[in-house]
């Protein structure tokens, strides 16, 4: 299943894109997590990475769709 | 009033959507780019915000500093682009009864902001004559 | 800056005093006329102030604050005279490296500036059809 | 000796105008406070009363002239 990811703050360095599409079957949060850091192992030098989905923080058990909004949330730094 | 916004931010504007006839203190939080950073010249920072969720956020802060405080009026508005040292980049104002409060939970909302809200900062600094170095805190 | 002033405060002018481009912070307290006081409807208030004394006891309290705080900026502007309620009566602004410390000298300011600046208020307030009240508090 | 004094806030009500001679022989802040007191009791009602004399606070000892500005400061009420 393709998803699209949303990168944001450092991620989107790291990603190399605003908008990065991968390749998962039956896709979990923690499944795309496993994926992205082998992929791009600089993820593993954050503090921390939350990955949202359709606007809320999601827990790792949760099933991913090609239709939902996918976002990875570095650590943020506003103000 | 939440308001995230790329132009410049007219502070008087947020201070008087927070104000209130009740009140009697007004407390206003304005944070601005500064000039110096890891010691070095800041020539421009990027803020950038996953604006849906930022939003949400906000508001689930200003529900509980009004839950925590006897709040009369509040406003936040965040800018996003690019900015120059000395600009506005965030304005928090709450309006209250009396003044203990108003400082309290205006200090309360920008902590929460800053350290919750989906916001990120990248900044450009100056190192030697013509080098640059990019910085996300 | 400091400023005993008889006409109305501009707010943006009182915070651009205070800024400071080595600053990420700057705090404001606005003081207003509350509508209601002692359970009645304020009419009008009252403030005159000692001018003399006024200026240097906030000078005071500045110094005493810049001596606790990494301050860049600073400025208060009293106004006196007669304030309808919504009105500002008093702007504090500070400026800071960081945001902490602006929230604590500002509140400190206007906390010693209601103690002891030579400044008093007299409430108009309205009893009954016709009835007025005057307070000294 | 005749000392003009200032009022402020609540003792300008109580002394009934902006400026109020008092005559008094050898006059001190101590000396002074009394004859107030006793010509305007109600002085004696507030919380506090400070003499100020030529912009600063005076200890009670402290002789006056008639070339001094002096100034009564009741409770202050600003901000």
Chains 1, 4 share one sequence.
């Not at chain 1, 809320?56 to 996918?70: F, V």
């Not at chain 2, 410049?8 to 110096?36: C, E, H, M």
């Not at chain 2, 604006?51 to 405080?69: C, P, Y």
């Not at chain 2, 682009?81 to 108003?102: D, F, I, M, N, Q």
């Amino acid at each position: 299943m393709k998803l699209k990811i949303k990168t944001f703050g450092i991620t989107r360095d790291i990603l190399g894109g605003r908008l990065v599409e991968i390749e998962i079957s039956q896709p979990t949060v923690s499944l795309l997590r496993s994926e992205l850091t082998r992929r791009y192992p600089d993820l593993e030098n954050l503090n921390s990475l939350f990955v949202a989905v359709n606007n809320k923080y999601a827990d790792e058990s949760e099933e991913l769709s090609s239709t939902d909004e996918i976002a990875l949330i570095p650590p943020v730094s506003g103000g | 009033m939440i308001k995230i916004t790329e132009k410049p931010i007219d502070v008087q504007k947020v201070i008087d959507t927070a104000s209130s006839l009740n009140a009697g203190a007004v407390n206003v939080f304005i944070g601005t780019v500064r000039s110096k950073a890891h010691g070095k010249n800041v020539v421009w920072l990027e803020y950038e915000s996953y604006e849906s969720m930022t939003v949400a956020e906000i508001r689930k802060i200003i529900d509980e500093a009004s839950h925590r405080w006897p709040l009369l009026g509040w406003a936040v508005s965040h800018r996003i682009g690019t900015l120059k040292p000395g600009e506005v980049s965030v304005v928090v104002a709450v309006s209250s009864p009396h003044r203990k409060e108003s400082f309290e939970a205006c200090q309360y909302i920008i902590d929460e902001v800053k350290t919750k809200a989906q916001i990120w900062k990248k900044k450009y600094l100056k190192t030697g004559r013509n080098g640059f170095q990019q910085a996300h805190k």
